[in-house]
Structure formats: structure tokens, C-alpha cells
């Protein structure tokens, strides 16, 4: 019996799903490693002369410049990922990346050289965000075109986990470093170092990928000369539903990834005048309970179906919006990381699930251009999340329940374009992949 037919994937397969996740992985710790240090220390660092809520509101603008490039880079490599394949895209990714964000560890202080620190810094965040454009569909079209249709649920949860265990690495290391030194110091020079680490892990992740094989959909695309010569136009012109409603479906995890990562933060700091480390415990175990659940999620998906565990997450992110605050506010550490748990198992479920689902609603030929499109521009809504929030908070008096209520709305209508999406009908091709490269 081959790999194929007994449900194991072959070596190329494993070393696809493996280089996927440490790429994934790497490019989420750089993504979420600035949201998070954004948030504590660069309104001192880049932003001194302000107050120290619109100090941290100009640090969350320059967030959301990355989130507004993202789509730049999803028009780039999702159009020569549908040209010349998944993986040579790939590799320009993480160096696109990688470099910008060992710049920022290195990058002088506004005392040290003015406003070009600022400017320079923003100019780096607009590159991670192009690098990270092309990234998520790639990483995660690798893995799902490369195993069975009957798995993909699962083995496409595993890219998806380099966003919780990138963000994990990176706040840990913010933890650990503000914990054992003390604000003012990390501030001072040491938030420096996460960023400046993340060359090991950038270096391990490049000679992974490297050894990746193109996937068996996309092959088959070449061997039938089926290869689309614009992709972009062609989502456009005859997939342009699918887009829209998968821009309106995405919002809700876009918004809720943010609330529960840097909006938490920023707001436990600011309003709840609470230790910079408190709010990232109340953020970072969520973050590690989700990582086993995703595989879970993954799985069972695989048997009900992705889009009702996608339906399902979306509506129970919306019912979780003012319990979450409303246990924030109770600023006993315990409850306010109850809160922050319930609310990210919850967005969880339709991230878990969201490539494989997406994936499903774009034909092969343009669906590297759908997946990162749909991704990437509803990623603008999640770049701005958190500056609006805090804008929000600011004009409310710091009333949290009033942005709680928009959250809820927004969630909601997402849900119902969620339930809108239909797959499109597709072709397993990864048997064949599996069989050509058993034992390769």
C-alpha cells in the first residue's frame, strides 16, 4: 500500500508541511514582534514629544501601514505564484521579510537622529508587510495542494500555527525581557533584541524551504498548459463574488486577532494602568492554549466540514466581545485572562480552518491571487483595528463597552457572508503527488 493510499504523506510531501510552518512561523514572530513592541515602548522611543496616548496611537498608525502594504504584496506574488509556481515565491518572501526587521533592531532612537527615525522605520514596516502579503498564501497553499483533499482541514491548520507560535516566540521574549529587566530598561535599548534574534530563526527557516518541491496542483496546471497569464484580472472579472465575500468573511478573524493581541495591550497600559507585563500574560495564554486546539479544530474539520466550523467560529467571536472587556475591567489578572481565553478559542476555530476554506472557493489557476487578495486587503481592516479602537476609546472617555458593541456588529455581519461563501468545484490532485514522490 503507497503513502498515498493509506493516507501518510510521502518525504516530500512532510518536508513541504515543514518548511510551510518554520516560514510561516518566522514571518509571523517578525509581524507580531512589532505590533507588540509598538505598543509598549515605541511611543518613547520614535514618538517622545507627544502624550503618552497619542504617542501609542502614532506607533499603532505605523502598525497599520504594514497591514495597507500587505495587499501590494498579495497583487506581486500572487500573480507569479499563479505564473511560475508556489515555491520559488517562497524564499523572496522571507528575505523581504527578514531584512527590514533586523534593520528596525538596529534602527537609532528620534533623540538619535530625528525624524528619520520614524520615517525609516515606516519604510520597514511597509516591507514586512509586502513580504508577509505573499507569504500567507504561498506557506499555505504548499501545504494543502501537497496532501489529500480528505486532510486538508488538519495539514492546513499547521501553516496557519505559525501565527500563534510566532506571536508566542515574540511575546515571550518581550515577557521575559520586561520582567527580569523592568520597563524602563527594555524601553531603553533591550527591546532591540528580539528583533536581532530573529536572524536564527530566519537562517533555519531559508534552508528548510529551499529543499520545498512544487506542489501537485500546480504541476498539473503546467503539464495541461492550463497556467492563467493574469490571474489578478482573472479573480476580478469571474471570481469577483467569491473576493467580496471572502473580504466580508475575513473581517471578522482580522479583527478579532488584533483586539485580542495589541488592542488587549494597549488598552490594559493605557486605561487599566496596569504593568506592560500583565497584558501580555493576558495575551500570551491564549495564544499557547490555541495552538493544540487549531490541530483539533483542523481535524474535525475534515469530518463536519470547514465552512460550518468557519460560520460557527464567527458567530461565537461576536457573542464573546463584551464579556471579554467586561472581565478586563475587573482588573484581577486571573479574570482578565479567563476573558481574553474565551474570546481567542473563539477566533481560533475560523482561523484554523480559514486557508483550506478559502482555498476552496478559487479555482487552482488563479487561486494563489484569491487566497492573498481576500486575505491581505481585509488585512487593511485588521491594520487599522487597532488605532481605531483606541481612537474609539479616546472619544468614549475610555468606555470599553462601547467599543465592544461595534466589535459585536461588525462580527456579526461577517458571519453572514461566511454563511454566503460557496466552494468552487475542484479536482484532488494530491494523490497523484503523493504517489509520484512515495518515498522521494
Known sequence: MNSAASGRLSAAAKRTVLASFLGST???????????????????????????????????????????????GAVIFGHFGDRVGRKKLLVATMLIMGIPTLIIGCLPSYAQIGTAAPVILIICRILQGVGLGGEYAGAALATIESVPESQRGFYGAIPQLGNPVGGALGTILVLCCTYFAGDELFAAWLWRVPFLLSAILLVYAMVVRVRMEETGDFSRLVKENKVEKSPVMAVLRHHWKALLLGLGARASDAISGNVAGSVVIAY???????????????????????????????????????????????????????????????????????????????????????????????????????????????????????????????????????????????????????????????????????????GA
Not at 517578525?30 to 515602548?41: A, M, N, P, Q, R
Not at 514618538?47 to 497599520?64: I, K, N, W, Y
Request: hydrophobic share 55%; net charge positive.
Open 268 to 438: 490594559v497600559a493605557t486605561y487599566l494602568h496596569m504593568s506592560n507585563s500583565i497584558g501580555l500574560v493576558a495575551t500570551l495564554v491564549p495564544t499557547l492554549i490555541a495552538i493544540p486546539l487549531m490541530l483539533i479544530t483542523g481535524k474535525i474539520s475534515d469530518r463536519v466540514g470547514r465552512k460550518r466550523i468557519f460560520v460557527l467560529g464567527m458567530v461565537l467571536v461576536a457573542l464573546s466581545m463584551l464579556p471579554m472587556f467586561a472581565m478586563l475591567n475587573t482588573k484581577f489578572v486571573p479574570v482578565m485572562v479567563l476573558g481574553v481565553i474565551v474570546m481567542r478559542i473563539c477566533n481560533m476555530m475560523p482561523f484554523a480552518v480559514q486557508s483550506a476554506f478559502l482555498a476552496d472557493i478559487f479555482p487552482v489557476e488563479v487561486r494563489y491571487t484569491g487566497v492573498s487578495l481576500v486575505y491581505q486587503v481585509s488585512a487593511i481592516i485588521g491594520g487599522l483595528t487597532p488605532a481605531a479602537c483606541l481612537t474609539l476609546l479616546i472619544w468614549a472617555d475610555g468606555n470599553a463597552y462601547v467599543l465592544a458593541l461595534v466589535l459585536t456588529v461588525v462580527c456579526a455581519l461577517s458571519a453572514l457572508c461566511g454563511i454566503a461563501m460557496r466552494p468552487s468545484v475542484r479536482r484532488d490532485t494530491a494523490t497523484d503527488y503523493q504517489r509520484s514522490h512515495h
Open 26 to 72: 518566522f514571518e509571523w514572530y517578525d509581524f507580531v514582534l512589532y505590533t507588540t513592541v509598538s505598543t509598549l515602548v515605541f511611543n518613547q522611543v520614535f514618538f517622545p514629544e507627544q502624550s503618552a496616548a497619542v504617542g501609542t496611537l502614532s506607533s499603532l498608525v505605523t502598525v497599520a501601514m504594514g497591514y495597507v502594504a500587505r495587499p501590494l
